[in-house]
């Protein structure tokens, strides 16, 4: 597990390979990751947009955004917490992502950037 704090909100990630949904003969590999995300702010927040930067060690480095994850824009109170599941596919057996999470402090209306930790996606074997 990768964990970061950032403008007062800590972000866990916790990742897995998805052999099921995998097809390494057809360069196909399916990772999940689970995300934690902890507001230790004294305000409300909202996740209001995403941006990955993933990096895939067989092709170009792609760029992902928009609006909330998983269809969702969560508020998040003070000392409360979201979490949410998701996937990412890749060409080769390992990759990276990291990210910045768009947040509004729902008090004051203001904008502020979170940071999603670098957390890398292998499949198992890569490990030994």
């Known amino acids: 597990m990768v964990t970061a704090i950032s403008a007062g909100v800590k972000i866990s990630v916790d990742c897995q390979f998805e052999s099921k949904f995998s097809n390494p003969e057809n360069n ?3 990772f999940s990751y689970h995300i934690k995300i902890e507001n ?4 409300t927040v909202r996740l209001e947009r995403r941006k990955w930067h993933i990096t895939d060690s067989a092709a170009p480095a792609r760029t992902v955004e928009g609006e909330g994850v998983v269809g969702k824009q969560p508020l998040i109170p003070p000392g409360g917490t979201y979490t949410y599941r998701s996937s990412c596919d890749f060409s080769a057996d390992t990759g ?3 990210g910045v999470y768009l947040m509004r402090n729902v008090s ?7 940071e999603v930790p670098s957390f890398m996606l292998m499949v198992p074997h890569k490990l030994n």
């Open 108 to 114: 004051t209306n203001a904008l502020f950037e979170v």
């Open 28 to 30: 196909l590999y399916m």
């Open 40 to 43: 230790r702010n004294a305000f």
């Open 96 to 98: 990276c992502m990291n």
